[in-house]
């Protein structure tokens, strides 16, 4: 078993931020990790009512870390632009490493 910095408790890659992510439900488009937010599935709140990201999501670990990603957007003129989403970590998928490097 790998150290716990290197992976999650599911043996997935520990992502980082800056690193290139693909997303299960939407395969095509390559996101960009952004934050992590420390913060379980069952616990991250959606919008202003009791909804939980495990409730929108779940086919996926509720105890499954919450990471802050950027959609593309070619025609941005900034990060700032960007659509920025939570999502659980079982979600994604690494694609590349922005600090290179495949642990």
Excluded: C, K, W
Excluded at 20 to 35: A, F, S, Y
Excluded at 44 to 63: F, K, L, N, R, W
């Amino acid at each position: 078993m790998a150290s716990s910095d290197t992976t999650t408790p599911d043996d997935r890659p520990r992502l980082r931020v800056g690193d290139h992510v693909r997303d299960r439900e939407m395969p095509t488009q390559t996101l960009l990790v952004l934050e992590h937010t420390e913060i379980p599935a069952n616990e991250y709140p959606i919008g202003m009512g009791p909804a939980t990201s495990a409730d929108v999501h779940p086919e996926y670990d509720p105890t499954s870390e919450i990471l802050r990603v950027a959609y593309p957007n070619p025609t941005a003129p900034s990060v700032s632009e960007l659509i920025i989403a939570p999502i659980p970590r079982a979600r994604l998928e690494l694609v590349t490493r922005f600090h290179g490097g495949h642990d």
